[in-house]
């Protein structure tokens, strides 16, 4: 895959074929498609996306 396209269009076969690309582009995520809720740390990959919320959380 030359050109990132969004999460949504990747097939079942660009998911076996990408395993590493997926993975650094979902490490820590910064981003969440309001469509479909998946996550990723880039806007590209993503269809419709918006920023995440940046809290930290304490127990």
């Known amino acids: 895959m030359s050109k ?7 097939s079942g076969k660009d998911i076996l ?3 590493e690309l997926l993975t650094q582009l979902t ?3 910064e981003y969440a498609c309001r ?4 996550v990723s740390n880039t806007k590209k990959s993503l ?3 918006v920023g995440l919320l ?5 127990i």
């Not at 990132?4 to 990747?10: H, P, T």
């Not at 469509?35 to 998946?38: D, G, I």
């Not at 940046?54 to 304490?58: L, R």
Request: proline letters at 8%.
């Open 4 to 10: 990132i396209k969004s999460f949504c269009k990747w």
């Open 17 to 19: 074929k990408n395993m």
């Open 27 to 29: 490490s820590k995520p």
């Open 35 to 38: 469509k479909c809720a998946r």
């Open 47 to 49: 269809c419709k996306p």
């Open 54 to 58: 940046k809290k930290e959380y304490s």
